[in-house]
């Protein structure tokens, strides 16, 4: 069975950090692009980052970039280093992974979730 657990989300204050982790078991996941997503109440999951199989192509929203960092720790795990973090970045964050790239919505296996508060 094929999951990918989140974690490292919390509460933290405007102007701080966080790092996501996303760990994949059940397949190797050395041919596909990982990534985040993201989901504040009221609106739409939105991409937040993917980045490829090689670590070579990595694509960030305009929202966080420059902000956020989009690594590959190995073929099945990938991280999110967070700064200057906003109340808008607000969410329920998601790891997705996808053969394609970059992830889409329509990505092939998703994770439950991790919340990400930030306070003003």
């Known amino acids: 069975q094929v999951q990918l657990v989140e974690s490292g989300g919390g509460l933290v204050q405007a102007g701080g950090s966080l790092r996501l982790s996303c760990a994949a078991s059940?397949?190797?996941?050395?041919?596909?692009?990982m990534g985040w997503f993201r989901q504040a109440p009221g609106k739409e999951r939105e991409f937040v980052a993917a980045?490829?199989?090689?670590?070579?192509?990595k694509l960030y929203a305009d929202s966080v970039k420059g902000r956020f960092t989009i690594s590959r720790d190995n073929a099945n795990a990938v991280s999110l280093q967070m700064y200057s973090l906003k109340p808008d970045d607000t969410a329920v964050y998601y790891c997705?992974?996808?053969?394609?790239?970059?992830?889409?919505?329509?990505?092939?296996?998703w994770g439950q979730g991790t919340q990400v508060t930030v306070s003003s």
């Open positions: 997705a992974a996808d053969r394609g790239y970059p992830l889409s919505a329509r990505s092939q296996y």
């Open positions: 059940g397949r190797t996941f050395s041919r596909h692009t």
């Open positions: 980045i490829s199989w090689s670590s070579v192509n």
